[in-house]
Structures are given as C-alpha cells and as structure tokens.
T-cell receptor
Framework: GENVEQHPSTLSVQEGDSAVIKCTYS??????FPWYKQELGKRPQLIID?????GEKKDQRIAVTLNKTAKHFSLHITETQPEDSAVYFCAASKRAAGNKLTFGGGTRVLVKP | GAVVSQHPSRVICKSGTSVKIECRSLDFQATTMFWYRQFPKQSLMLMATSNEGSKATYEQGVEKDKFLINHASLTLSTLTVTSAHPEDSSFYIC?????????????FGQGTRLTVV
C-alpha cells in the first residue's frame, strides 16, 4: 500500500519568514495530493491540493510543488503569520483506491511573533 | 464546500459499553466514507472504508468485530465501538467524498473525542 513520509516533524519559524514542509510517497499511481491544516481538537481543513497532471499550484501565501519522477511534493508558506501555527498534514490518494487518503506523520509549525 | 456532520463531538463511556458515532453528509451523496483514528500528537490513521450498501473494508490490524461500521444510506455512516476499553480512547473522525468521477476532495466531520473510563 501507499506510504507517505513527512518532514520535518516540528518547524519553528520567525513571523514573516517562509516555511517548507516536504513529503514523499511510495505509490507511483497516486494522483491526488492534498495538504491539511489541523488546529488542536478540530477537523483537518484542506488548504491546498495538487493533482498529478500539474507541477505547481499557488494560492496567495501558500504553494505546493509536485515532482512525480521523484515522488515527492512540498508545501511552501511565505510571509508566515502567528495564525499559521498549527499541525500540517500531507496526504496522497488515487482514484483506483476510492480516494482513500494516506497521511504523512504531520508537521507541527510554530510561528514566533 | 460540502458539509460533513459528525456526532457526538465528545463522549465519555464506561469500560465494557458500546458507543455509536454518526457521520452524515449534509448536502451531497457519499458512496464512500472513511473512518480515521487519531491519537494525541499523531497522524490520522485509516481504520476502514465504508461503502454504501456493502460491507466495510478494514485496514490491517483493525478489529472488525470491535469497530462495527454501517453505511445504510448515501448520507449516513455509523461507527460503533463495542465493548470499549480505555485504550480505545481517541479522536475518531470521518470523511466523505462525493460521487463524482474524478478524484475528489475529502470532507471531514468535526471529529469525536471518545474517553473510556
């Protein structure tokens, strides 16, 4: 089955700096890669996603890149703000598996004011 | 976006009792729902895939007789934790995808914090 590795597990950045989280996946058939932000005790919230036919996607301060050959994808947050502090999860899925998501281990991001 | 509602949000039960958690898609039909468990400071681990009108598919290591899943309609899936024990205490969360053809976004319920005492 699919295996998703996520690094780093914790990330502390100064407000205004950029944060980068990296994930690798094992199943070359995976074709959908969402990123979720989860605050304590709450549901994961989709912040951006990318499909395998696209190499990069951007939404304001958030961007995701995908390298299908290397089977890795990354989340970039620019101009970080204290409200960006949360746990971020990457995930991978494929249509053939009924959209079943396999999550990375998560990255706890702390933005220091 | 679509709305998935999960109830209850918190439940405390005694050891040996059973607890039922409901997951509803409010404004779309979900042929497939997923149940995850999340321990503190850990990732979401898929427990099972719930398919409308058929038996659930359980992940390796998940006891199907302990975690009963029923998906009787296109808008409702239930997870029943039977004979609960303290080690079953966790955050349980469901997700649902629509019935579209392409890979579609997953929508999560708000989660259920289960505490077994």
């Amino acid at each position: 089955g699919e295996n998703v590795e996520q690094h780093p597990s914790t990330l502390s950045v100064q407000e205004g700096d950029s944060a980068v989280i990296k994930c690798t996946y094992s199943d070359s058939a995976s074709n959908y890669f969402p990123w979720y932000k989860q605050e304590l005790g709450k549901r994961p919230q989709l912040i951006i996603d990318i499909r395998s036919n696209v190499g990069e996607k951007k939404d304001q301060r958030i961007a995701v890149t995908l390298n299908k050959t290397a089977k890795h994808f990354s989340l970039h947050i620019t101009e970080t703000q204290p409200e960006d502090s949360a746990v971020y999860f990457c995930a991978a899925s494929k249509r053939a598996a009924g959209n079943k998501l396999t999550f990375g281990g998560g990255t706890r991001v702390l933005v220091k004011p | 976006g679509a709305v998935v509602s999960q109830h209850p949000s918190r439940v405390i039960c005694k050891s040996g009792t059973s607890v039922k958690i409901e997951c509803r898609s409010l404004d779309f039909q979900a042929t497939t729902m997923f149940w995850y468990r999340q321990f503190p400071k850990q990732s979401l681990m898929l427990m099972a895939t719930s398919n409308e009108g058929s038996k659930a598919t359980y992940e390796q290591g998940v006891e199907k007789d302990k975690f009963l899943i029923n998906h009787a309609s296109l808008t409702l899936s239930t997870l029943t934790v039977t004979s609960a024990h303290p080690e079953d205490s966790s955050f349980y969360i469901c997700s649902a995808s629509g019935t579209g053809g392409a890979t579609t976004e997953a929508f999560f319920g708000q989660g259920t914090r289960l505490t077994v005492v």
